[in-house]
């Protein structure tokens, strides 16, 4: 119970959270992850002697963070396009929150871990989207550094590059959810792989980097949702925007798909969320069932052919090729003639700590500068003559 610390003070701050603890045991799954669990690399006194849970701190550290404010200016499917009502990255993060925050309540998980780990997943993204990402994977491959992967480069700035090198020191949960979100990967189930270390986290995200395709699993029920939801909450939100394009029309949608799951982003989110709490009640992993996860992979079959590898999405594709390659070279340039004057020493690597620079390679210091990047900031470093104009539609 709470405790008073003196006459008609009212309980302590530190008292109340022990009950809030305490509730979580009661309240919440036997599956779910207590902030009492939350692990940090480094121990923080100031927290510890605080009242804020763990996975809340996290929370508002990622809202907090240099990263999480340019979501407003990065791509999610459609770049280089004038609509104000196409959906940006900044968007989705916020709508996988509230749908898998969703999820987690009727599964009774925890809340924070879930808003922790939706907030931060795609803070990786590099300018114009998995467009962009490829050709990134590209030069980094090229430059012997391995693949590209947005999963790891999330928490390479969460836990890296942010705070000038520092990084903001999250819990192994919310660093783990975030690798392994992989919403492109289709699964009709995933069980948590429970029993990892911080170490892990470094050997995944070293193999992600090796081999892109390699699978890798969440360590918390928390994670598992948010890995499903990724996908359910891009699915018809991708639709809505390619009809409003002009790129697909609502008839096209398969009907297999359309009597399973509707022909609406309501439609479909609400029948995939309610088949996914259905099928995962008390259950020690998440799941959908056969018929709707079926259902959802020929959704996503459509959406690759008719929407993400629409010719008519990808007329800047080869001149965005040339400024990756343009910008990679100049800044890797730079650093190796210590060319101080350059926006990679005046906006990157300014004051940043030691730590950061005897841990990086060059190549991998202009992959986190460019990956930083908003979609808006990478043109305006780009030569004006050959900058692509945005289309109208």
Same mark, same amino acid.
């Given at each position: 119970?709470?405790?008073?610390?003196?006459?008609?003070?009212?309980?302590?701050?530190?008292?109340?959270?022990?009950?809030?603890?305490?509730?979580?045991?009661?309240?919440?799954?036997?599956?779910?992850?207590?902030?009492?669990?939350?692990?940090?690399?480094?121990?923080?006194?100031?927290?510890?002697?605080?009242?804020?849970?763990?996975?809340?701190?996290?929370?508002?550290?990622?809202?907090?963070?240099?990263?999480?404010?340019?979501?407003?200016?990065?791509?999610?499917?459609?770049?280089?396009?004038?609509?104000?009502?196409?959906?940006?990255?900044?968007?989705?993060?916020?709508?996988?929150?509230?749908?898998?925050?969703?999820?987690?309540?009727?599964?009774?998980?925890?809340?924070?871990?879930?808003?922790?780990?939706?907030?931060?997943?795609?803070?990786?993204?590099?300018?114009?989207?998995?467009?962009?990402?490829?050709?990134?994977?590209?030069?980094?491959?090229?430059?012997?550094?391995?693949?590209?992967?947005?999963?790891?480069?999330?928490?390479?700035?969460?836990?890296?590059?942010?705070?000038?090198?520092?990084?903001?020191?999250?819990?192994?949960?919310?660093?783990?959810?975030?690798?392994?979100?992989?919403?492109?990967?289709?699964?009709?189930?995933?069980?948590?792989?429970?029993?990892?270390?911080?170490?892990?986290?470094?050997?995944?995200?070293?193999?992600?980097?090796?081999?892109?395709?390699?699978?890798?699993?969440?360590?918390?029920?928390?994670?598992?949702?948010?890995?499903?939801?990724?996908?359910?909450?891009?699915?018809?939100?991708?639709?809505?925007?390619?009809?409003?394009?002009?790129?697909?029309?609502?008839?096209?949608?398969?009907?297999?798909?359309?009597?399973?799951?509707?022909?609406?982003?309501?439609?479909?989110?609400?029948?995939?969320?309610?088949?996914?709490?259905?099928?995962?009640?008390?259950?020690?992993?998440?799941?959908?069932?056969?018929?709707?996860?079926?259902?959802?992979?020929? @959704?996503?079959?459509?959406?690759?052919?008719?929407?993400?590898?629409?010719?008519?999405?990808?007329?800047?594709?080869?001149?965005?090729?040339?400024?990756?390659?343009?910008?990679?070279?100049?800044?890797?340039?730079?650093?190796?003639?210590?060319?101080?004057?350059?926006?990679?020493?005046?906006?990157?690597?300014?004051?940043?700590?030691?730590?950061?620079?005897?841990?990086?390679?060059?190549?991998?210091?202009?992959?986190?500068?460019?990956?930083?990047?908003?979609?808006?900031?990478?043109?305006? @470093?780009?030569?004006?003559?050959?900058?692509?104009?945005?289309?109208?539609?």
């Amino acid at each position: 119970m709470a405790t008073y610390d003196e006459p008609h003070a009212g309980p302590s701050l530190r008292s109340i959270t022990a009950d809030l603890d305490r509730n979580e045991k009661k309240i919440l799954s036997s599956e779910a992850t207590l902030n009492s669990a939350g692990r940090r690399r480094r121990q923080e006194p100031f927290l510890e002697e605080g009242y804020r849970q763990p996975f809340s701190i996290d929370t508002d550290r990622i809202m907090h963070s240099l990263a999480y404010t340019r979501y407003i200016d990065k791509t999610q499917v459609f770049y280089l396009i004038e609509n104000d009502h196409i959906t940006h990255r900044v968007l989705h993060v916020q709508l996988v929150s509230k749908i898998a925050r969703t999820i987690g309540r009727f599964l009774s998980l925890n809340e924070d871990l879930i808003e922790a780990i939706a907030l931060g997943h795609d803070i990786g993204h590099i300018p114009f989207g998995h467009d962009g990402e490829r050709i990134m994977s590209q030069i980094c491959h090229d430059n012997g550094i391995g693949h590209f992967h947005h999963n790891v480069q999330s928490v390479q700035f969460l836990d890296r590059v942010e705070r000038k090198g520092t990084g903001w020191n999250l819990c192994q949960q919310t660093l783990d959810g975030i690798l392994t979100h992989d919403g492109e990967v289709h699964n009709m189930q995933l069980m948590p792989q429970r029993k990892k270390v911080f170490e892990d986290l470094e050997k995944e995200a070293q193999s992600k980097i090796r081999d892109p395709d390699t699978p890798l699993i969440p360590m918390t029920l928390e994670g598992c949702v948010v890995r499903m939801t990724d996908t359910i909450s891009y699915i018809g939100r991708d639709i809505e925007d390619a009809i409003r394009l002009g790129l697909v029309q609502r008839s096209d949608i398969p009907e297999t798909c359309v009597r399973r799951l509707g022909n609406t982003n309501g439609t479909i989110v609400f029948n995939l969320v309610s088949d996914v709490i259905k099928s995962s009640y008390r259950k020690p992993y998440v799941t959908f069932s056969p018929e709707a996860s079926e259902a959802l992979l020929a @959704l996503k079959t459509f959406n690759l052919e008719r929407i993400y590898m629409n010719p008519k999405i990808k007329t800047h594709l080869g001149t965005i090729k040339i400024l990756f390659e343009l910008l990679y070279d100049r800044y890797l340039t730079d650093l190796e003639n210590n060319k101080t004057a350059s926006v990679i020493y005046t906006q990157f690597l300014k004051d940043m700590s030691p730590a950061y620079l005897a841990q990086h390679t060059n190549y991998e210091i202009v992959r986190d500068f460019i990956a930083g990047m908003t979609d808006q900031y990478f043109l305006r @470093l780009c030569p004006e003559n050959i900058r692509p104009k945005p289309m109208v539609w």
